[in-house]
């Protein structure tokens, strides 16, 4: 699929629900497994979203719109959730998100982002010059990753539970 | 984690509302598109659920509760729901998979599921000898695998709208 801002903005206002269904009032122990050490649970992944929300993917969009190319994005710190995570539930996670991409989705709609726009260039501090279409597909794409990731960690709790039936789940085995 | 019959349930009560949540009323760009030929979209993965739930899970459990080893589980098909989907909207299939797995549920919990039980034993077609635990951790975890692949299909959608932040993105490159 080619990048069109609304069938993106469809994903973005759809995955706090989602992950909300998923994920609210569920026992710790399908929230706050992983896959091993060093690993995420549904539990860190939530918190790398807020993170996201809180210093990724608006103020990307920021900057391109205000600076081009002429000035980088910060660096995005990949586990800075896992102390500002510490002594919440998963709930008050859930919330948090709800509410910042909210709030997000009311920014982005309020910069009129033009099929022009979209061809923007920014410079990301690893990858060079990116477009703004390319950032806020990664927006989508980073959502659905990690919804991706949360599901398959929560499955992989039943690795030895489900016995012989291990060989027909690919995810079990990968 | 061991088996344990609540914490199963939370999840599969679950997985018709999370989906409901990811895809309901998405242009069927997101929830038509698929990996390529002979792999599901989103809305076969929704049809193949839909099977399970008409064919596998309280149908196979009945199977071990009545008739133990003695009598093998019907062969699960695993591409029939091309043919019984056609022609429906994703909606109607996300309205049939809730209350299909509705009634499930509310006949699980009627068929007192002791710990005993779990423990009794079924024949498969083809993995043989296999425990009511594991059969029903397997559905469990059929769910959470089927609701990840349909994340990940719609997410590889977005491969080349990412741009070369494709790299940082695990799953497009899988």
Redesign the interface.
């Known amino acids: 699929?080619?990048?069109q801002l609304d069938?993106a903005v469809?994903?973005l206002s759809?995955t706090p629900?989602?992950l909300?269904?998923?994920l609210r009032?569920?026992?710790e122990?399908?929230v706050l497994?992983n896959e091993g050490p060093d690993t995420w649970s549904a539990f860190g992944v939530l918190g790398h979203l807020i993170h996201g929300e809180e210093t990724d993917w608006i103020p990307r969009t920021r900057i391109i719109l205000d600076f081009g190319e002429s000035r980088a994005f910060e660096p995005f710190d990949r586990f800075a959730q896992v102390e500002k995570s510490k002594g919440k539930s998963i709930d008050e996670l859930l919330d948090e998100f709800d509410s910042l991409r909210k709030r997000n989705l009311v920014t982005l709609a309020g910069m009129n982002i033009t099929t022009e726009r979209l061809a923007k260039r920014g410079t990301?501090p690893e990858?060079?010059s990116?477009?703004l279409?390319?950032?806020l597909?990664?927006w989508?794409?980073?959502d659905?990753?990690h919804?991706?990731q949360a599901?398959?960690v929560?499955?992989k709790?039943?690795s030895n539970?489900?016995?012989?039936?291990k060989?027909?789940?690919?995810?079990?085995t990968q």
């Open positions: 699929m080619e990048f069938q469809e994903i759809r629900d989602t909300n269904r998923l009032g569920l026992p122990s399908w497994s990301h990858l060079g990116v477009t279409g390319e950032l597909a990664t989508v794409a980073h659905l990753s919804v991706a599901v398959r929560m499955c709790q039943y539970a489900v016995g012989p039936w060989e027909y789940l690919p995810l079990l």
